[in-house]
C-alpha cells in the first residue's frame, strides 16, 4: 500500500504552524477596521485641535486596541467592548459640550490672552505653563518678531496660538485700498487621475451630459484628463497626462 504524498502546494497553503498567525493577521484586520470607523465617528478633528478630553480617549482607544492583538488568548469583546464604551462617552461628552456653555467651560476651559497691546500678562503666562522660548517660537512660525507688533495673542483651548496683529503692522488687503475684487466660490474638481466625480457635478450645478461636451470640445474622454474642475472664478480647467514624461 503506497503512502499519500501531499503535495507541495498544499503543505505552503496550510500549515499547522501558520494558524497562530492567520488569527493574529484576521485580529489586527478586524480591530483596524473597528478603530478607524470609530475615529471616524467621532470627528474629522485634526491632532493639534483635539480638546483634552478627545486626546486622552483617543490614547486610551489606541491602547485597549493594542492589547487584544498582542494576546490571543483574550476574546475580541475584551477591546472592542471599552473601546465602543469611550466612543458613546466622547460622542455623549462632545454633545453636552455642543449644548451647555458651562459644561463645555469646564470640560474645555477657556481661552487665554497671554499678549495685550503688546505687553506680555506673565500671570497668564505662568498659569498656562508656557514659558518664553515657546511663545516667541509660535510668533515666529506667525512671522511675528517683536512683540510690539502684537496686539493680541490667544492660546486657545486646543493649545494652539492665535496671533492678532497691530492695524499698523497687518498685511494690506484690497478693502484698505477700496478695491473691488469678484466674487470667488469653492473650486470644484470633476475629474481626478481619469475618475469622474459626479458628486461634484451635482454640488456644482453641472451634469454629466455638460462635462462630455466640455471633453468633445477638446476630443477628450475622461480616461485622457489628468484633472478637470473649476476654478474660484468659475472658470473651467483641464489638463491632460503628458505622455512624454513617461517615454
Given at each position: 500500500?503506497?503512502?499519500?504524498?501531499?503535495?507541495?502546494?498544499?503543505?505552503?497553503?496550510?500549515?499547522?504552524d501558520?494558524?497562530?498567525?492567520?488569527?493574529?493577521?484576521?485580529?489586527?484586520?478586524?480591530?483596524?477596521?473597528?478603530v478607524?470607523?470609530?475615529?471616524?465617528?467621532?470627528?474629522?478633528r485634526?491632532?493639534?485641535?483635539?480638546?483634552?478630553?478627545?486626546?486622552?480617549?483617543?490614547?486610551?482607544?489606541?491602547?485597549?486596541?493594542?492589547?487584544?492583538?498582542?494576546?490571543?488568548?483574550?476574546?475580541?469583546?475584551?477591546?472592542?467592548?471599552?473601546?465602543?464604551?469611550?466612543?458613546?462617552?466622547?460622542?455623549l461628552?462632545?454633545?453636552?459640550?455642543?449644548?451647555?456653555?458651562?459644561?463645555?467651560?469646564?470640560?474645555?476651559?477657556?481661552?487665554?490672552?497671554?499678549?495685550?497691546?503688546?505687553?506680555?500678562?506673565?500671570?497668564?503666562?505662568?498659569?498656562?505653563?508656557?514659558?518664553?522660548?515657546?511663545?516667541?517660537?509660535?510668533?515666529?512660525?506667525?512671522?511675528?518678531?517683536?512683540?510690539?507688533?502684537?496686539?493680541?495673542?490667544?492660546?486657545?483651548?486646543?493649545?494652539?496660538?492665535?496671533?492678532?496683529?497691530?492695524?499698523?503692522?497687518?498685511?494690506?488687503?484690497?478693502?484698505?485700498?477700496?478695491?473691488?475684487?469678484?466674487?470667488?466660490?469653492?473650486?470644484?474638481?470633476?475629474?481626478?487621475?481619469?475618475?469622474?466625480?459626479?458628486?461634484?457635478?451635482a454640488?456644482?450645478?453641472?451634469?454629466i451630459?455638460?462635462?462630455?461636451?466640455?471633453?468633445?470640445?477638446?476630443?477628450?474622454?475622461?480616461?485622457?484628463?489628468?484633472?478637470?474642475?473649476?476654478?474660484?472664478?468659475?472658470?473651467?480647467?483641464?489638463?491632460?497626462?503628458?505622455?512624454?514624461?513617461?517615454?
Amino acid at each position: 500500500m503506497k503512502a499519500q504524498v501531499q503535495p507541495a502546494c498544499a503543505f505552503i497553503l496550510y500549515r499547522k504552524d501558520d494558524i497562530p498567525l492567520l488569527i493574529s493577521l484576521v485580529r489586527a484586520l478586524l480591530i483596524y477596521a473597528v478603530v478607524v470607523i470609530v475615529m471616524r465617528i467621532m470627528g474629522k478633528r485634526q491632532l493639534a485641535q483635539l480638546q483634552p478630553f478627545e486626546l486622552v480617549v483617543a490614547l486610551m482607544i489606541a491602547d485597549l486596541a493594542a492589547i487584544p492583538m498582542e494576546d490571543t488568548s483574550k476574546p475580541l469583546l475584551s477591546g472592542l467592548v471599552p473601546i465602543t464604551a469611550l466612543m458613546l462617552a466622547e460622542l455623549l461628552l462632545s454633545y453636552l459640550t455642543l449644548k451647555s456653555e458651562r459644561i463645555r467651560a469646564f470640560v474645555c476651559g477657556s481661552p487665554t490672552i497671554v499678549i495685550e497691546g503688546g505687553k506680555l500678562k506673565y500671570k497668564e503666562l505662568e498659569k498656562q505653563r508656557l514659558n518664553l522660548n515657546d511663545l516667541m517660537e509660535q510668533l515666529r512660525s506667525k512671522d511675528i518678531l517683536d512683540l510690539s507688533d502684537v496686539e493680541f495673542a490667544i492660546l486657545e483651548t486646543g493649545g494652539q496660538l492665535n496671533v492678532i496683529p497691530k492695524s499698523q503692522k497687518r498685511p494690506l488687503t484690497p478693502a484698505d485700498l477700496n478695491i473691488q475684487t469678484p466674487y470667488e466660490s469653492i473650486p470644484y474638481t470633476f475629474i481626478m487621475d481619469g475618475h469622474i466625480h459626479h458628486q461634484n457635478l451635482a454640488k456644482a450645478n453641472r451634469d454629466i451630459s455638460w462635462l462630455h461636451r466640455q471633453l468633445a470640445e477638446r476630443n477628450l474622454k475622461a480616461k485622457d484628463v489628468f484633472y478637470a474642475g473649476l476654478d474660484s472664478g468659475g472658470n473651467f480647467e483641464i489638463r491632460i497626462y503628458d505622455r512624454s514624461e513617461n517615454q
